[in-house]
């Protein structure tokens, strides 16, 4: 039988759980597939746009003085992005923490049974690609990084341009192959979490996640694969 004082010193933390239940594991994990969706969704979105560039300069220049010529769409496409990305970014460092403090000596020797490379490097692979984004804002949104001129008003010539340069090739394709590999578990772990997808005798056949990551992987990669071999001109 539970005592006076011990009820009362429980009762605090049950509020809390009930008045915050996002900073529980399961609602950190909730907000991540939900965040990690709406970024998919742009990236899908973003390829679509992006394919563009096959189509021609007109084709392409005109979806990028669309996307000006409505500042309203335009911001809040970008205000969901951002704050996707800040809850998706703080909901995985939160959880991080907490098996860290859960666990705070490694295992000495750990041997996964039902596990991939993808999952085992999400947290690295998500370092890798918040500072790839960053990147790609300073190389094509705003020209700072210049490895060719930048023309403010002509997408078309600093993408086909750009993508001339091996350098830049390179740390696209590299990027973009750990895009794969993050959508890949990404998608999987948020269908999870979200409980659209039943455990299985086999965890690792994961056809929608393997479409997706393929999808995006294959079209974003084509772009400056096909430019470095000569198309675009």
Same mark, same amino acid.
């Given at each position: ?13 049950? !509020?809390? %759980? $009930? &008045?915050? /239940?996002?900073?529980? *594991? =399961? ?78 000596? !490694?295992? %000495? $020797? &750990?041997? /996964?049974?039902?596990? *991939? =490379? ?84 086999? /965890?690792?056949?994961?056809? =929608? ?25």
């Amino acid at each position: 039988m539970q005592s006076i004082g011990e009820f009362n010193e429980d009762r605090p933390h049950d !509020a809390s %759980r $009930r &008045l915050h /239940p996002w900073r529980s *594991t =399961v609602g950190l994990k909730v907000l991540m597939a939900a965040t990690g969706i709406v970024l998919v969704v742009f990236l899908v979105f973003h390829l679509l746009g992006n394919l563009l560039v096959y189509r021609g300069r007109d084709a392409l220049n005109e979806y990028s003085a669309f996307l000006v010529r409505e500042p309203p769409l335009l911001w809040a496409a970008r205000a969901v992005l951002l704050a996707s990305a800040v809850i998706h970014i703080g909901a995985a460092a939160l959880l991080w923490n907490r098996d860290r403090l859960a666990r705070p000596v !490694a295992y %000495r $020797r &750990l041997r /996964p049974r039902s596990t *991939t =490379v993808p999952a085992r490097t999400m947290r690295l692979t998500g370092v890798v690609l918040a500072g790839f984004i960053v990147f790609h804002i300073l190389h094509l949104t705003t020209g700072t990084i210049a490895p060719v001129p930048f023309e403010k008003h002509d997408v078309y010539h600093n993408v086909v341009e750009g993508f001339r340069v091996p350098w830049v090739v390179a740390i696209y394709l590299g990027a973009l192959a750990i895009v794969g590999m993050h959508v890949w578990h990404g998608a999987w772990a948020s269908l999870r979490s979200l409980g659209r997808s039943r455990p299985s005798p086999r /965890p690792k056949r994961r056809p =929608v996640a393997w479409i997706l990551a393929l999808v995006l992987w294959g079209g974003f990669s084509s772009i400056p694969l096909a430019i470095w071999l000569g198309g675009g001109r």
